[in-house]
Structure formats: structure tokens, C-alpha cells
């Protein structure tokens, strides 16, 4: 089933919902294709996408590699693009690929060695960014890869990849204590809101207004017990649902007004951590009261996701004053998605609003290969998937025509030519946590992206 946007009222079927509270974009497969690396001789001469070719080709910075060791000299121009921009977002293209994970590590690493970068941030949730983040500072012990398992779990960030991201960065914090990296969640609480989250927030309350800790309790007294926000959404009564939304609105609002630490109103570190900590209890429970049957409600929380996410990332950027590199689908930090019904404005936006010049989105397109995805973005059983080399109505046709078998290029120098193909929405890749074989989703890429990675080839993420 599909989704119906034209109005309010009309039912969002499950599968679409799915990739909605999932936060997916779904794609779909071109029935397999002659090879893109082997031109039909019977076509007639495409001049304008020989003149894109040669103009990329005079544009494009080729890759040595997306593995994360080795030197990353080779993404000094890369750097150079990136300039004095104090968020980098950094998408893909699917939710499963391997090169796609294993490039974050890699630029991580080139922009904290290179450019003091100090945050990686991901798409997940706020409460699983706290526990990483405490590992990476070494305040808590064990494994990188166990604490992904319980961190991570049922998460496309459940890979061996994302382990060793995350080991590389307490590595780095233990041998340059005094320039620390830090691993931030920016998105909502899902699959559960952590009772730690909750406590925090108590325990500021109790020091700052103490009289006002019973109502707070009262008010979280229901909130406390769901430990699976997706199921809850599904199987809870929108009117319960709703309701205790209104219950994590009124305990944000409790905090806010709380007297601060230091005895002003609003003010100290510890009043802006419980806010902070209230206000993701509050949109997480918000957006678990969608009316699923209404599409316009679909999209405006999805919208507020998006949102969230963008000021997750602005407060701390702004509180530590480091720069922050921003992991996610391509979807969420560019300025458009390939599905605009359910993805009215994108975490993307609301930054370049924010920080003009000094957000930057970089984009990832592939040619073929293999990623891993799921039939239901609920089912724990996540499976290989290859798309085949892409058509010649498709973005990635053209894009893989370049000389390098895997390159960067910056979009903002792009020619009239190039930039005008670049304006043009076209079929193309796009894979989240869900995949269904229905037409290919279209893109124009220019105005999506301030930079593009195009990778010839994937191969699915590794399992721990």
C-alpha cells in the first residue's frame, strides 16, 4: 500500500507508515539491466551527458579508498570544501552498505586529525548517544562491539563498522586527553525513551524546585513504562497516546520554569542538561501520538523529527563549540529527499537556515552493488539485497561515466551544463531500513547537495 498525501484524512497504509516511524526512505529495483560498463552501440550519441561527464571529470577528486587506515591525504580537498563550516553533514545513500559506514569513519578520522573537528554525530537516538558517549570518554568499561548490541540494537547501526568507529574514538580520547572527541545522538528516543533520561531530569528538579517533584513524577508516572516506543505506537489508542503527550508537554514546560543551579532562573549547566533531557522525552512522545490515518499528520511529525534532530545538533554544537561531523541518511542532511510526502522539510534545511555557510551536505550515490535492508522496518531479520548496474534514465548512469572508479566532487563549482543536469530530478538509488520494488524514487542532486561521493560499488555491512 502506498501512501496518500493529497489531503487530510487519508489512511497511511502500514508498509508506509513503517518507513515513516522507522525513519526510512523506501527504494526500489530496476529489473537487472545490461552493464553500465559496457555502452550499447545501437544508441544514439547522449551529447549532453558527454559534456556532464567531461565537466565532472574536470571537477572530480578520485578516493584511494573508503577503508578507514591508511593515510587521508587524499581528502585534503575534500577538507578544503568543507572550509570553516562547523557542521558537515554526511548521508548515504542506503542503510546498509559497508563503504557507506566505513567513509564516516574515514572522514572522521581526516577532520578531527585535520580540521579540530570534535563530534561525531548520528542518527540515533538522544539516550543511546549519552551511553556511547560515556564510553568513548572512558567513564564507563567493556567492549565496543557488545556495547553496539545493546546500544544500537535493531538499529541499521548495529555493524561492525559503527564498533569500530567507536573504538577508534576512545583510542583517540586516550591518547590525546586533551583534545577529547565526543559521540552525540541527535534524534528521538526510539525504540525506548531511557529511565535514565527520566531520573536525570527528577534529580535536577529535586535540587532546583523540590515542591514541584511530586507533579513532575505524577506527570512521567505513565510515560516511565514504555520501554518500546514503536510497539506503543501501534498498539495504543491515539487518545492515551495523545494524552501522554500532553503529560511529557506540561513536565518540559515544569523544568523549564525551574529555578537553575545557580539560583537565576534558566541558568547553569545542570538546568540546561534536565531541559534539554525533558524537551527529547516531550517530542519523542509527541511524535509517538500521530494519527497514522492522517497523512498530513504523518508528515508534520515527521517534519518535528527532522527539526528535532537539526536542534539536538545546534545545542551542542553551540554548548561545546566544536565542530560537529553529522551521520544520516541522505534524506536527512540534505536539502531534499526523494520522498517530500512524508519528509516535508529535512534536518538538512533547518541547519542551512541555521548556520548558512557553515553547514555544508554532502551526499552519497552508487552505481550497483549490495547493501543490507528488511522486508519491515519491524522484523529483526535484516537481508542482503543487489541492485544492478544503474540505467541510463538514472542518475548514477551518468555519475559512474566519470574516469574514477570512486571520487568527491563540490556541486557549487559545477558549469551551466553540469549544473542544469544536476537541476533535473531523475530516477535513482535510495535505500533506508525498508526496501519495496515499486518505481525508482527521483532526486535532482544539485539542489540536494553542497558536495557528492560516488562510490562504482557497494557491498553489504558487516555483522558483529
Not at 575534500?78 to 563550516?85: E, H, I, N, R, S
Not at 552505481?367 to 541492485?387: E, H, I, M, Q, Y
Not at 571520487?407 to 535505500?431: C, E, G, N, Q, S
Amino acid at each position: 500500500m502506498t501512501v496518500r498525501s493529497e489531503g487530510h484524512g487519508k489512511p497511511i497504509g502500514r508498509r508506509a507508515l513503517l518507513a515513516a516511524t522507522a525513519a526510512v526512505a523506501t527504494t526500489a529495483l530496476l529489473a537487472p539491466a545490461a552493464r553500465a560498463d559496457q555502452p550499447d552501440d545501437t544508441a544514439a550519441p547522449d551529447r549532453p551527458a558527454s559534456t556532464v561527464v567531461r565537466e565532472l571529470d574536470a571537477l572530480a577528486h578520485p578516493l584511494r579508498s573508503t577503508e578507514p587506515e591508511g593515510r587521508t591525504t587524499d581528502l585534503r580537498p575534500l577538507g578544503a570544501m568543507v572550509g570553516d563550516a562547523t557542521v558537515v553533514g554526511l548521508g548515504e545513500a542506503s542503510h546498509g552498505a559497508h563503504e557507506f559506514f566505513a567513509m564516516k569513519h574515514r572522514v572522521l578520522r581526516h577532520l578531527v586529525e585535520e580540521k579540530g573537528f570534535t563530534t561525531f554525530a548520528l542518527e540515533t537516538s538522544w539516550s543511546a548517544g549519552l551511553r556511547i558517549d560515556d564510553y568513548v570518554q572512558g567513564r564507563t568499561g567493556g567492549d565496543a562491539q557488545r556495547l553496539v548490541k545493546e546500544a544500537l540494537g535493531g538499529t541499521p547501526w548495529e555493524r561492525r563498522e559503527f564498533a569500530d568507529l567507536i573504538g577508534w574514538m576512545r583510542d583517540h580520547n586516550r591518547e590525546h586527553p586533551r583534545r577529547p572527541v565526543h559521540f552525540l545522538g541527535d534524534d528521538l528516543d526510539f525504540p525506548a525513551v531511557d529511565g535514565r533520561l527520566f531520573d536525570g531530569v527528577a534529580s535536577y528538579l529535586r535540587e532546583a524546585a523540590p515542591g514541584s517533584l511530586p507533579h513532575l513524577e505524577r506527570l512521567y508516572a505513565g510515560l516511565r513504562r514504555v520501554d518500546d516506543v514503536i510497539g506503543y505506537m501501534t498498539t495504543r489508542p491515539l487518545a492515551e497516546r495523545r494524552q501522554n503527550a500532553a503529560a511529557a508537554e506540561q513536565a518540559l514546560q515544569l523544568v523549564a520554569a525551574a529555578t537553575g543551579g545557580d539560583g537565576r532562573a534558566g541558568g547553569g549547566e545542570a538546568y540546561e542538561w534536565a531541559v534539554q533531557n525533558a524537551r527529547s522525552i516531550a517530542r519523542t512522545f509527541t511524535f509517538a501520538g500521530m494519527d497514522r490515518e492522517d497523512a498530513a499528520d504523518v508528515a508534520a511529525m515527521q517534519n518535528l523529527r527532522d527539526r528535532a534532530m537539526s536542534d539536538n545538533v545546534l545545542w551542542w554544537q553551540r554548548r561545546t563549540g566544536g565542530k560537529v561531523l553529522l551521520s544520516a541518511h541522505n534524506g536527512h542532511v540534505g536539502y531534499g529527499t526523494t520522498h517530500p510526502e512524508l519528509y516535508p522539510r529535512t534536518q538538512g534545511t533547518y541547519l542551512r537556515d541555521a548556520l548558512g555557510t557553515d553547514y555544508v551536505a554532502v551526499g552519497f550515490t552508487f552505481d550497483r552493488g549490495s547493501f543490507l535492508t528488511k522486508d519491515d522496518p519491524f522484523s529483526p531479520a535484516w537481508k542482503k539485497v543487489t541492485v544492478p548496474p544503474a540505467t541510463p534514465d538514472m542518475n548514477e548512469h551518468t555519475l559512474d561515466r566519470v574516469r574514477h572508479r570512486d571520487y568527491f566532487v563540490d556541486l557549487r563549482d559545477a558549469p551551466p551544463a553540469t549544473r542544469a543536469w544536476l537541476a533535473t530530478a531523475r530516477p535513482t538509488y535510495d535505500a533506508g531500513s525498508a526496501f519495496q520494488q515499486d518505481p525508482l524514487p527521483t532526486l535532482a542532486i544539485g539542489p540536494a547537495y553542497d558536495v557528492l561521493v560516488h562510490l562504482h560499488r557497494t557491498t553489504e555491512a558487516r555483522g558483529l
